[in-house]
């Protein structure tokens, strides 16, 4: 195959050869680029994000313990339940507005120019949380509540533009593992969190076991630790170019988004002339983003189909996901890792019994689907998933006390399958093929859509855990709660199949952007 300098010089000296073509050939070489070191510092970049998200939004469960002894001793030393679901939703409902908003402004104003602004949002809003005081004229729960919603406007803005970048970057063979492998940071953020609650509670034993108010110190450190791996890769993503494909479809700069696909093939992301300041004359290749192509483009069915599908999936994860995961107190009850004789070995024995849950079953599971999604391919792992979850759900939700009454080991062993087909599911699936599935001009803003449908159904899932948990006694509706995620799994699992198969295939070929080519092409003669 002739490289993209090749094509360019016949181009000049015959003038055979479209602009449609010329992009067509730029694009092949980027999905046939020999996998280097400028793929693994993308997903590192990006996956450093996802770290920081977890390790914010699942540390906050530990963090709600420890609130618990230091501000509400009259409460039995625990979060009253409408405080505790306020502080775990808001990063929630901050986290819908960045996706929406992030999603659309990277496809208005491109990836590069808002990559990096969602990463200062997460480290100012996660240094705020730590700054939160209790004060006669506001709550240190209101301060914390206020903060979270900040942080999650910038943990939403992360899910489409790390998602949308890394494929854009990736090549065709590796595209299903490289995205993988950046959303498989959300284990090792919440193993993080984890460990970070263990080790600074254990620095503090001996002042917390003196006076439980030195977990004061612990939980502030637990928040602030999260903003570090942010701010060292701050500069690696205030600096990465933009998308050879974002610069040819949508600002239809041809000859600009040669040079970049070439510099980035030869030398990585990090070399070559990607600045604006040359004057570049626009070649239209793809239709132009506005409402009325958008309204045209998912009005049809075909296309709408899609994002329903990567819509509703993702909603009906997320509403067994975070309902559960927000909530692993309840199950660590349930296991024995929860109460203890004083506050230090309460909190001592939580952190503990999170590390558990997270490498028995998260871990593992985002990692078997980084080293298989691009042999078994998303959808099949998709519908995989959500049929274990849905046949896992039933067994734990009915047997529930039954189980726990015949085999606390018993019921750990399923609670891990449970988490292992999350991630080696739908909790992987759904954050890769919005980012690959929709043309250049709407992949950002499709995928915000998706992810925002999934926080909705967080959103609907705390709250109404927090509600309904409680009904009959402490913790005495969780079974039913499980029969309700066991739903929402076999909806998933239908909503599953209007959604295709993308593995193997070019961005190009999943949009039928390269069918609109050739109409421009033809239409050229």
């Not at 990836?111 to 990096?116: C, I, L, P, Q, S």
């Not at 990585?268 to 990607?274: H, I, T």
Request: aromatic letters at 12%; glycine letters at 10%.
């Amino acid at each position: 195959m002739a490289t993209v300098n090749e094509q360019v010089t016949t181009v000049q000296e015959t003038y055979t050869i479209s602009a449609t073509e010329r992009r067509r050939i730029a694009l092949e070489e980027i999905d046939n680029a020999k996998f280097g070191w400028f793929h693994i510092r993308a997903c590192i970049v990006s996956g450093v994000g996802f770290f920081t998200d977890a390790y914010d939004i699942f540390a906050i469960g530990l963090v709600s313990s420890m609130l618990g002894f230091v501000y509400y001793a009259d409460n039995k030393n625990k979060v009253p339940s409408n405080i505790d679901t306020a502080i775990k939703v808001s990063c929630s409902a901050g986290t819908v507005v960045g996706q929406l908003l992030f999603g659309w402004l990277a496809d208005r104003v491109g990836r590069k120019r808002m990559y990096g602004v969602e990463l200062i949002i997460i480290i100012i809003g996660t240094i705020g949380q730590t700054l939160a005081g209790d004060a006669t004229g506001v709550s240190v729960w209101g301060i914390i509540v206020f903060w979270r919603c900040i942080t999650g406007i910038g943990i939403g803005g992360d899910y489409p533009l790390s998602s949308v970048i890394t494929a854009e970057f990736a090549t065709t063979k590796r595209r299903g593992a490289m995205m993988a492998a950046v959303f498989a940071m959300q284990g090792l953020g919440q193993l993080g969190a984890a460990l970070v609650g263990l080790v600074c509670t254990a620095a503090f034993k001996s002042a917390i076991q003196s006076n439980v108010q030195y977990l004061d110190y612990v939980w502030r450190l637990v928040i602030g630790i999260g903003a570090v791996p942010g701010v060292l890769a701050l500069y690696y993503r205030l600096t990465i170019p933009e998308t050879p494909r974002y610069t040819m479809d949508v600002e239809q700069k041809i000859e600009k988004g040669l040079r970049d696909a070439k510099a980035f093939v030869e030398n990585g992301a990090s070399a070559g002339d990607y600045t604006d300041n040359i004057a570049v004359a626009r070649e239209e290749t793809s239709p132009k983003a506005s409402w009325a192509d958008f309204v045209r483009y998912f009005g049809n069915w075909k296309n709408g189909k899609i994002l329903f599908g990567t819509a509703y999936s993702w909603f009906a994860l997320d509403v067994a996901w975070y309902g559960l995961g927000l909530n692993n107190a309840i199950i660590l009850q349930a296991i024995g890792f929860a109460g203890g004789a004083d506050p230090y070995e309460a909190i001592f024995r939580v952190c503990v019994g999170n590390l558990i849950i997270v490498l028995l079953g998260s871990v593992p599971g985002y990692w078997i689907s980084v080293f298989t999604i691009d042999i078994i391919g998303r959808k099949t792992i998709q519908i995989m998933g959500f049929t274990m979850l849905t046949i896992m759900f039933i067994i734990i939700g009915f047997g529930y006390q039954a189980i726990l009454n015949y085999s606390v080991p018993l019921f750990i062993v399923l609670f891990t399958i449970t988490q292992i087909f999350f991630n080696f599911g739908p909790n992987t699936t759904t954050f890769i093929v919005p980012g690959e599935i929709f043309p250049t001009r709407y992949r950002s803003t499709a995928h915000g859509i998706s992810a925002a449908s999934g926080k909705i159904g967080a959103i609907i899932a705390q709250v109404a855990f927090g509600l309904l948990v409680n009904i009959g006694g402490p913790n005495a509706f969780i079974n039913h709660l499980l029969q309700i995620f066991a739903f929402f799994m076999l909806t998933g699992l239908l909503s599953s199949f209007l959604i295709y198969e993308t593995k193997g295939k070019s961005l190009e070929e999943l949009s039928a952007e390269d069918d609109y080519d050739e109409k421009v092409t033809k239409e050229s003669y």
